[in-house]
């Protein structure tokens, strides 16, 4: 299957500062990825669809002016968290999907773990 | 997309058979069942999915009911690496090239 990378692995970073995720897809040109995160004992919620060369497309209730995303290339998705707060502290993963026929699979990368102080 | 349930939690022992159910009543026609694994601090996997027929692969198979009301994904010989949260997801044909929306899944343990 595809291969998704994300860096950093994890990240501690100031109440105040901004954090930037990198999602690489290894092997595959994504048009499009996802951004989801997860707080702990919860399950994944997705956050946004990055699409390349556009917009993304964010949830209900997820601030695009906090949670900038940006899909340069094919390869690379990037999610910068502005003025991170300590309850922006979560496991942030992203993904792409791969097509057979009608229906899809989704690869998604290790996730980085994202915590505020 | 239909609403799925699964049980919250699951024991099996080691080397045998893992059965993990779903129900998902309001599914429709054009719905197909998916099934995702997330061992812990890792991102989710895919592991197998289907339509209306029973599927195989190498990592388990799905049963899904005449009705399509429920399925049961099989993990023939668990391990302990089987350890994982497994979610099932119902997904309209065309809509995996959406993002998913995940439930609360069920967290299957493996005992030694």
């Known amino acids: 299957g595809a291969v998704v990378s994300q860096h950093p692995s994890w990240v501690i970073c100031k109440s105040g500062t901004s954090v930037k995720i990198e999602c690489r897809s290894l092997?595959?040109?994504?048009?499009?990825m996802f951004w989801y995160r997860q707080f702990p004992k919860q399950s994944l919620m997705l956050m946004a669809t990055s699409n390349e060369g556009s917009k993304a497309t964010y949830e209900q209730g997820v601030e695009k002016d906090k949670f900038l995303i940006n899909h340069a290339s094919l390869t690379l998705s990037t999610l910068t968290v502005t003025s991170a707060h300590p309850e922006d502290s979560s496991f942030y993963i992203c993904?792409?999907?791969?097509?057979?026929?009608?229906?899809?699979?989704?690869?998604f990368g290790p996730g980085t773990r994202l915590t505020v102080t | 997309d239909a609403k799925t349930t699964q049980p919250p939690s699951m024991d099996c022992a080691e080397g045998r058979a893992a059965n993990l159910p779903c129900n998902h009543s309001?599914?429709?026609?054009?719905?197909?069942v998916y099934w995702y694994r997330q061992i812990h601090s890792q991102g989710p996997q895919y592991i197998i999915h289907?339509?209306?027929n029973n599927e195989t692969n190498e990592m388990a198979s799905l049963i899904i009911t005449e009705d399509r009301k429920s399925s049961t994904l099989i993990l023939p010989h668990a391990t302990l690496r089987d350890t994982a949260v497994y979610y099932c997801i119902v997904v309209i044909a065309g809509g995996g090239a959406d993002g998913l929306t995940f439930g609360k899944g069920t967290h299957l343990i493996i005992q030694p």
């Open positions: 092997d595959f040109q994504a048009t499009t």
């Open positions: 993904s792409h999907s791969s097509s057979w026929g009608h229906s899809y699979e989704q690869y």
């Open positions: 309001t599914i429709s026609g054009n719905e197909y």
């Open positions: 289907g339509l209306k």
